[in-house]
C-alpha cells in the first residue's frame, strides 16, 4: 500500500532532511495524490505526521539522554533552531524541552506513535465506492475561493473560515450575478491543486460565459475530460464530515489504487445537483474524479 511505504520511508529518515516530493516519490504516487490519501487516512498531512513523530522521538532522546544537549537535538530531527524547536516543543507538549528533561516528565498520552496497519484501514462500516464513467465537456463556473491546510481542512489563509463559510458567502451573494448567466440548481465543489499541504477551494455556481464575474469572485472554464463519477447520499443520520471522508476513503484510498486508472492531475469536484437540498444539508451529491487509463 503506498500509505505504508510512505510511513516506512519517513520511520526511516527522522534524522535525516526529506521532502514532500521525496515521501510521495517512495509512496510511488504524485505529491498531490499522495497528500489527498494520507490526509484522508491519517487525519494529517505528511509532514505534520512526521513533524509530531520527530517531536515524539525527541521527548524520548529527553527522557533516556539527559546529558544530551537541546541544539543538538533540535538539529537532529530536523529544526532549524533550538528556538525553533523549543516552539515546537512546547506546542505539542505544552511544556519547553527543558523543563520537560528538568521535571523528568514522560507524557506518553501526547506521544505520536508510528501509524498501524489496522489505523490505515477502511472504516469499516464505510460504503464500497463503485463509479460510472464520464466523458465531460468544458464548462464554466464562477463562485469564492478559500486557502485550506491539509491538516485540518477548515483553516483558511483568508477572511473565510471554513468550506461551510465559504458557501455561505456564496448564497448570501447570489443577487450579484446576472440569472441569465448562471443555473442556481447545479453548484460545484471544486478542489483546486496546492503545494502538497494546502489546497484551495472552489464554492461555485454553473456558468453559461466567464464575461460577467462579480467583483471578489473567481471564474473558471474546467477542460473536458473523462471522470470516475461517485454517487453519494448524505443523510441525517451521520455527521456530513464522516459521510464525506468515508466516501473520500473509498474512492482516493480503495477503488482507484485497485482500479485500471490513475488520477488524471486536474480538478475534481462535487456536484450539488436538484436532489440536494442546501438548506437541510441532506440529498444526493456526485463526485467527479478525473481519470486516465494506467
Known amino acids: 500500500m503506498p500509505i505504508k511505504k510512505a510511513i516506512s520511508f519517513m520511520e526511516d529518515n527522522l534524522e535525516n532532511p526529506i521532502t514532500l516530493g521525496e515521501i510521495a516519490e517512495a509512496s510511488g504516487l504524485s505529491t498531490y495524490y499522495f497528500s489527498r490519501l494520507f490526509n484522508i487516512f491519517a487525519g494529517e498531512s505528511p509532514m505534520s505526521y512526521l ?21 543538538n537535538l533540535a538539529l537532529d530531527y530536523g529544526f532549524e533552531s533550538q528556538e525553533a524547536f523549543t ?14 528533561r528538568k521535571e523528568r516528565l514522560s507524557l506518553h498520552t501526547k506521544f505520536r506513535l508510528r501509524l498501524t496497519s489496522s489505523q490505515l484501514s477502511l472504516r469499516q462500516g464505510a460504503p464500497k465506492m463503485i463509479p460510472e464513467f464520464a466523458t465531460r465537456q468544458a464548462f464554466h463556473v464562477i463562485g469564492l475561493t478559500g486557502d ?7 483553516t483558511s489563509k483568508d477572511t473565510t473560515n471554513t468550506i461551510v463559510d465559504l458557501w455561505r458567502n456564496l448564497n448570501a451573494r447570489y443577487d450579484e450575478f446576472d440569472p441569465a448567466t448562471i443555473d442556481r440548481d447545479y453548484n460545484y465543489g471544486v478542489c483546486l491543486r496546492g503545494d502538497g499541504n494546502n489546497f484551495t477551494y472552489l464554492a461555485a455556481i454553473a456558468a453559461n460565459s466567464l464575461k460577467k464575474v462579480p467583483k471578489g469572485m473567481t471564474g473558471l472554464k474546467v477542460e473536458a475530460g473523462n471522470y470516475a463519477v461517485f454517487h453519494l447520499t448524505i443523510d441525517k443520520a451521520t455527521p456530513i464530515n464522516q459521510q464525506f471522508n468515508d466516501a473520500y476513503q473509498g474512492i482516493w484510498g480503495d477503488w482507484l489504487p485497485n482500479s485500471e486508472y490513475d488520477f488524471a492531475e486536474t ?10 437540498d442546501g438548506k437541510t444539508g441532506t440529498g444526493e451529491i456526485e463526485i467527479w474524479i478525473p481519470v486516465k487509463k494506467k
Not at 87 to 100: D, L, M, S, T
Open 267 to 276: 480538478p475534481d469536484f462535487e456536484l450539488y445537483g436538484p436532489g440536494f
Open 87 to 100: 516552539r515546537a516543543f512546547k506546542r505539542n507538549f505544552g511544556i519547553p524541552p527543558g523543563k520537560y
Open 51 to 71: 513533524r509530531h513523530r520527530r517531536l515524539t522521538e525527541a521527548a524520548l532522546r529527553l527522557e533516556n539522554t539527559p546529558g544530551y544537549s537541546l541544539i
Open 148 to 154: 485550506f491546510s491539509k491538516d485540518t481542512a477548515d
